[in-house]
């Protein structure tokens, strides 16, 4: 069984439109995380989530707005996308929050 | 505010040479360190972690990692590389922040690439 789980695996999309990627995770932890990853490869924190109270909301642009309907789930969805939206999306989740993350394998979004 | 650096965009070795993949870390508090991997189109893979206790801590495939805080360090090494080790290595840090919360931080990455 996959342990943190994120559909789809690949978007691609026109600017303006929205999406969004779910995320689910296994593995009976309380945090979950959206990171997002650019070109060069660079993760970057976007939030965090625990016990489905947002904890960690760094500086995104409010087209980002994740959504925890429940500890094991946690979602991502993006209004009117640009171009510089284009990146990998990563889920991920820890046991508390000073332990380690485990991934999800990313959604990778190309916005044309 | 943390910070991790990560000096070396890649590193090169031979294979069945030990490696080394460098860390540095800034954080007010006690620091947790971490390691991780990532292979080609996937996702970040756990390696290792430092919380307490021994400096020196053994994680998955054969890596280790030394806690250094006089230097502020947590370099990854492993005594003999194999050409499977080849993939993107991150640091992360983690600390308690003044709102309570963890923030995990990662370094830029540093790609390990072990020739034949």
């Known amino acids: 069984d996959t342990a943190v789980s994120q559909t789809p695996k690949y978007l691609v999309t026109q600017m303006g439109n929205d999406k969004s990627i779910k995320c689910e995770q296994n593995?009976?932890?309380?945090?979950m995380y959206w990171y997002k990853q650019d070109s060069k490869k660079f993760l970057k924190i976007m939030f965090s989530?625990?016990?489905?109270?947002?904890?960690i909301n760094e500086t995104v642009p409010n087209r980002f707005s994740p959504k925890s309907p429940d500890k094991a789930h946690l979602n991502l969805h993006i209004n009117s996308l640009e171009l510089g939206d284009s990146a990998v999306y990563f889920c991920?989740?820890?046991?508390?929050?000073?332990?380690?993350?485990?991934f999800g394998e990313g959604s990778r979004l190309t916005v044309l | 505010a943390q910070s991790v650096a990560q000096p070396e965009d890649q590193v090169n070795v031979a294979e069945g040479n030990p490696l080394t993949v460098k860390c540095t870390y800034s954080?007010?508090?006690?620091?947790?360190l971490f390691w991780y991997v990532q292979y080609p189109n996937r996702g970040l893979q756990f390696l290792l972690k430092?919380?307490?206790?021994?400096?020196l801590v053994k994680g998955s495939y054969g890596f280790e990692a030394e806690f250094n805080k006089s230097q502020t360090s947590f370099h990854l090494k492993k005594p003999s590389a194999l050409v499977s080790d080849s993939a993107l290595y991150f640091c992360?840090?983690?600390?308690?922040?003044?709102?309570?919360?963890?923030?995990?931080?990662f370094g830029r990455g540093t790609s390990l690439i072990v020739h034949p």
């Open positions: 593995l009976g932890h309380d945090t």
């Open positions: 989530y625990n016990n489905k109270e947002l904890i």
């Open positions: 430092y919380i307490t206790g021994d400096n």
């Open positions: 991920a989740s820890s046991q508390y929050q000073s332990r380690e993350l485990f």
């Open positions: 954080v007010s508090g006690n620091p947790y």
């Open positions: 992360a840090v983690r600390a308690h922040q003044s709102g309570g919360s963890y923030i995990p931080t």
